[in-house]
C-alpha cells in the first residue's frame, strides 16, 4: 500500500484504480447491452457509480492531494490520513458496485464505508483550504485558471453568476420533479441551460487563447462542450415526456464529464512530449464515436447498436493505456 502513501505527487495506485475503472465502465455497457439488461434499474446504477465515483471521483481525489498545495503554497493537513481515506474510500466503492452487480444486501455497509472515508478526506481538505487561506496564497487564482490551456478566464464574474444558476436551476429541477410542477422543472431546467451556455462560452474563449500547444486534452475539453448541449437536448427531450433518461444519463456522464477526465489523464499524468500523438488523436476520435452511437441507440432503445458504440469505447480506452505506458517506458529509458 506504500503506493497510497506516496507523498509528493499523485498515487500511482489511485491514478490505477480510477482508470481501470475507466475500463470498466467501456466493458459493463457492452455486457448489459449484450445480456438484455438495458432495462435493470441495478445494473445501471452500477454503470453510473463506476464513472462517477470510480473512475471520476477517485482520479480527483488523488490528484487534489497534488494540485491543491501545488496551486496554493500550503502544505496538505493530514496527507496520510487523506491517502489512506482513499483507499479506503476505492474499497467501498468496490463493495458498492459488486452489491448493484451482484449482492444488493452489502449496499449499506458499502455505503458506509464511502462515508467515512469521504469525510476524512474531506476534514483533511477543508483544513488545507482553512490554512491556505490564513496565510494569503491565491485559492481564487487556482480556481479561475486553465491548467491544460496556460490561460486563465477573462471573464471571472461569469464564474459566480455559472455557479449561481447552476446551483438555483438544479435545486428548482429537483423541486419540481419531487413536486411534479411542470412549470418548475422548466424554469429549473432554463437556469441549468443559461449556466451551461456561460461556461460554453468562457471555456471555448480560453482553449481558443492557449498557449500550450499540446492540443489532443484541449480537443477534450471542447468536446465535453458540445456533449454538455447535447444533454441539455436530451434533458429537454425527458422534461417533454421522451424516453430518454438513460441517453442524458450517459451523456451528461461519459460526455461531458468523462472527457474533462480525459483530457486530464494526458495533461497531468505523463509529461507531453513523451505521449505518442496518434494514439492520442485516435482516443479522441474513438471515443467521440462511442459516445454518439450509444446516445442514439439509447434513444432508439437499439441493444446492439449500443453494444457496437461500446466496443469503440473500449478501444478508445486500450489506446488511451497504451499510449500512457509507452509514454511511461520512454521516461525511464530516458530517465526523466
Known sequence: MSVFRRSHWISPAALIYAQLAHGFAWVLVLWIAWSGNLPNALYGFAWIYS?????????????????LPEFTGAPWRGETFARWSIALYGCGVA?????????SRILPAAGGVMLIALCVYLGTAFATISGAMRMGFGLAWMLGGHAITGTVTRMPRMHSVVGLFAIGGVLLLAAGVAENIRALEWIGGALFAIAALGYA????????????????????VLAGVFWLFVSLALGAGVLSGKPWQQA????????????VANAHVYHTVIRQDLLEARLSWFSVYAFQVAIGVIAYALTSGDASLVARGAVFG????????ANVLAARTRARLLRY
Open 51 to 67: 464513472v462517477a465515483l470510480a473512475w471520476v471521483t477517485m482520479a480527483a481525489l488523488t490528484m487534489l492531494i497534488h494540485a
Open 95 to 103: 463493495l458498492l458496485l459488486f452489491g448493484f452487480l451482484g449482492d
Open 201 to 220: 462560452i468562457d471555456t471555448i474563449d480560453i482553449v481558443g487563447r492557449a498557449v500550450n500547444r499540446h492540443r489532443p486534452p484541449q480537443a477534450f
Open 248 to 259: 442524458f444519463a450517459f451523456v451528461l456522464l461519459m460526455g461531458l464529464i468523462g472527457q
Open 314 to 321: 473500449i478501444t478508445g480506452w486500450i489506446a488511451m493505456i
